[in-house]
């Protein structure tokens, strides 16, 4: 069974930082994509940003050029560093790893428990 454990939120000042940290864990060999996704009181799930394993990477148009995302292959886990926050960062923040092979499963896809992340202006 792979779990995804995450961890960094917090409540921050605006124009301030935090880093988020997601390691999965099991008998995984492999991890295609991995990243985070965030959801705000009423509004859906949005993506944030995600890298692949070859390190390319993609982010949302609003965190571009605040938002570092990067991965440790060998750890199997993926860090959010998030800068210059603002109030409408505020949510909560949903680790993915996408395209999980294990020992006995191919292709999978798992979300780990969210971590908050609180923004005051």
């Known amino acids: 069974q792979v779990q995804l454990q995450a961890s960094g939120g917090g409540l921050v000042q605006a124009g301030g930082s935090l880093r988020l940290s997601c390691a999965a864990s099991?008998?995984?060999?492999?991890?295609?994509?991995m990243g985070w996704y965030r959801q705000a009181p009423g509004t859906q799930r949005e993506l944030v940003a995600v890298i692949n394993s070859d390190g390319s990477t993609n982010y949302a148009y609003s965190v571009k050029g605040r938002f570092t995302i990067s991965r440790d292959n060998a750890r199997n886990t993926t860090y959010l560093q998030m800068n210059d926050l603002k109030p409408e960062d505020t949510g909560v923040y949903y680790c993915?790893?996408?395209?999980?092979?294990?020992?006995?499963?191919?292709?999978?896809?798992?979300w780990g428990k969210g971590t908050q992340v609180t923004v005051s202006s």
């Open positions: 099991g008998s995984i060999r492999s991890i295609d994509v």
């Open positions: 993915v790893a996408e395209g999980v092979v294990t020992t006995i499963h191919y292709g999978s896809n798992y």
